[in-house]
């Protein structure tokens, strides 16, 4: 925590005496209100420093309780914390509604006001005075504090290191910045390209229901995740690794991976396998053949409530056991044993030219095996060995199969873009010894590189995508159910990481690493790629944005996929963390781009050009069928309420009737066919509900 003491500079601000009438007719439904009638909201704790404060019925605010505010020491400090950070971008102020008790209506600044991020740093302060026995309105602009970019803590705290006679705070308001009139434009003749069919994909590791994905349009489904890493195709076992302690396991009766494949290729989806390159595959499907054994290496902080021989690799005292037997559970092998897998599957399928296995994963997450896999693999990768598996397994794979495309290098998350595994291990985030070895290039540019460089060497191509993995990182949002509104809220506004430049990430990305909080993914891996090794695709196998049963679940999906179109994704595969069912809202999601109607109609296939004057409220993205030359617009409204927006068309002409498809809280079972228009000119005036989806389809050309 940073204090505010007597040693900032005081820099005093007129304050905005406005009366209680004057604030709530300011205020809009997007406001914030931290205190209201006597209590802290709802997601806010009280995190104050020599501080009581109680509610108070005697002094009112508008008829309704208030919190009085007692100091017991010089420089003591009320204070709120939010564990999930307020994004700024829509909010334009704070205003405090204040009575000061006798004693309290000098010239003198006696209270400073500042914000602090997730990270703890402090905003520039704000000083003022409550006027004694009156209630007044001090509007404090946020760039008045320094324009924070996300409030994570609230702080008025004492500035005369004296004991001050009590206060009342009757309303604390974030303000929302006003909103300029909402409009959308589509243009059908600029920045168009094609859509990637692969980026509506899925992870489903027991895939078996084929209908569930051809309903959905599930295009390709990634066999992936740790326990693939140890996978043993010839005896159809595995290890949990630390998803649960470290145990052998058996994936079925009959080759696992064989129903996988053909479960996809009667979905009409493609297979993305991943071939284990850790070094190790399990040895039997026993789940009491496990890494950690209790007796072998003495008690562990953690053990299997159903085999407590089975321990999670960590002593008593936290410390991680070291030293024991990676062929407690597992098999030493090489690319042999996944060449004759290769040719094994090759022969059960055809090539990936002929309707066998079209992709394959480098393995998955090599960056943090040292965490997941510790048992086999306890010391985090350098950039020469993460390099020399890559090579060395996706060479074995295009000997078996020169047109199946390779992805790589499958890392965990945004921390392994930039840096080695063997520098994270050991903590030297500053220091960074492997990276600076390596020219100090982050990992992701260097790897590009080295593919480069191996391509020109021998003349084949060993890395087709690019591929990273990557998870919303503030609390609540993936992985998670919907959570409460700010949380809902945080979740539709963080899919702008995936491309807005003037986005920062609520979460400790914002204050680790490069870029200040801007994460820009798509646009960030285009560019690498571009500079380093052009011509590679650019692939993101597991991603989740949460709230898989909630309406806020499916309009962040819905956003992501038209952000991964629009972007020029060449490949996508969503992890849904369990099953995903065919009523969830998120499986709607995937419905309104590959089956909207029930009966295979589709969104476009070449995005054009789309635009909304707000994204954060109101998204939309636009694409032309290249079937019909019908123009199918989806827009996606993020807000709590109604919006109404003008949707003008530029370069395209209507011939025929405006079909119009909805999916909102007032169906969750169905996305609806709102009666068809007449188009007439090339402007639409529509409303769209609050927390909807409403897909446009619009027969004509493009001129």
């Known amino acids: 925590m940073k204090y505010i003491t007597n040693k900032v500079k005081k820099t005093c601000l007129l304050v905005s005496l406005l009366f209680f009438a004057a604030l709530y007719t300011s205020l809009s439904v997007a406001d914030t209100v931290i205190i209201s009638k006597g209590a802290i909201a709802a997601g806010w704790a009280n995190w104050s420093w020599n501080t009581s404060y109680q509610t108070s019925a005697t002094t009112q605010y508008n008829g309704n309780p208030t919190l009085s505010i007692s100091y017991n020491a010089g420089w003591a400090g009320f204070s709120l914390d939010n564990s999930t950070p307020v994004n700024t971008a829509t909010y334009q102020s704070l205003q405090i509604a204040v009575y000061g008790s006798t004693g309290l209506g000098s010239n003198k600044t006696v209270l400073a006001l500042t914000t602090q991020d997730n ?298 873009y930039w840096n080695s595994p063997r520098d994270g291990q050991q903590g030297l985030w500053s220091t960074t010894p492997d990276r600076n070895a390596h020219g100090g290039i982050p990992l992701i540019p260097w790897y590009l590189q080295q593919m480069q460089a191996y391509e020109k060497k021998t003349g084949v191509r060993l890395l087709d995508y690019l591929d990273v993995h990557y998870y919303p990182a503030s609390a609540g949002v993936a992985l998670s159910p919907a959570g409460n509104a700010a949380t809902q809220a945080l979740r539709l506004q963080s899919t702008r990481s995936l491309w807005d430049p003037s986005y920062v990430d609520q979460s400790w990305i914002s204050s680790a690493g490069p870029n200040n909080g801007i994460i820009q993914l798509i646009p960030l891996l285009r560019n690498w790629v571009s500079a380093n090794y052009p011509g590679t695709q650019l692939a993101i196998s597991e991603y989740n944005w949460g709230a898989p049963e909630s309406i806020n679940g499916a309009l962040a999906q819905a956003d992501v996929l038209g952000i991964f179109g629009r972007e020029g994704l060449g490949l996508a595969t969503l992890w849904p963390d369990g099953t995903l069912s065919a009523n969830q809202p998120l499986a709607y999601a995937f419905r309104l781009y590959r089956n909207y109607d029930g009966l295979g109609s589709t969104f476009g296939d070449t995005s054009v050009s789309a635009a909304s004057n707000y994204p954060a409220n109101l998204a939309i993205y636009a694409a032309e069928n290249s079937s019909n030359g019908a123009l199918t617009l989806m827009v996606i409204n993020k807000t709590t309420g109604g919006l109404t927006a003008p949707l003008s068309l530029s370069h395209f002409t209507p011939s025929g009737v405006l079909q119009t498809w909805r999916y909102s809280p007032a169906n969750l079972n169905q996305i609806v066919h709102l009666a068809d228009q007449t188009i007439k000119g090339t402007v639409i005036n529509s409303t769209f509900p609050a927390n909807s989806v409403t897909l446009y389809v619009i027969a004509g050309n493009h001129t």
């Open 119 to 416: 990270a703890g740093n402090a905003s520039t302060a704000y000083y003022f005075t409550p006027m004694a026995n009156t209630w007044s309105v001090i509007s404090v602009p946020l760039t008045a504090l320094g324009s924070p970019a996300q409030i994570a803590r609230i702080n008025i705290q004492d500035n005369t290191g004296a004991t001050l006679p009590p206060y009342y705070i009757g309303a604390l308001t974030l303000v929302a910045a006003p909103v300029a009139k909402l409009s959308l434009t589509v243009d059908a003749t600029a920045a168009r390209h094609a859509i990637s069919p692969l980026i509506y994909g899925i992870n489903d590791i027991n895939a078996t229901d084929a209908s569930l994905w051809q309903t959905l349009g599930i295009t390709v489904n990634r066999w992936g995740g740790n326990e693939t890493s140890r996978y043993n195709w010839q005896l159809d076992t595995y290890n949990h690794a630390n998803d649960w302690f470290f145990e052998n396991d058996r994936m079925g009766s009959s080759s696992t991976v064989n129903a996988f494949i053909t479960a996809n290729k009667k979905a009409g989806a493609k297979s993305l396998v991943t071939v284990p390159m850790i070094g190790y595959v399990a040895k039997d499907g026993n789940l009491s053949t496990c890494g950690f054994s209790v007796a072998k290496y003495g008690p562990q902080k953690s053990t299997d409530p159903y085999r407590p021989d089975c321990g999670n690799g960590a002593k008593t005292n936290g410390s991680l056991v070291t030293g024991n037997n990676p062929t407690d559970t597992s098999l030493a092998v090489n690319t042999p044993f996944i060449t004759s897998w290769l040719n094994y599957l090759v022969q059960q399928y055809g090539n990936a030219n002929n309707g066998g296995v079209a992709f394959y994963n480098l393995d998955n997450e090599p960056d943090i095996w040292f965490s997941t896999h510790q048992d086999v693999a306890p010391v985090g990768l350098t950039y020469d060995q993460l390099m020399s598996l890559s090579t060395r397994y996706a060479a074995a794979i295009k000997a078996v199969d020169p047109g199946a495309k390779i992805l790589g290098p499958v890392v965990d998350g945004w921390t392994y």
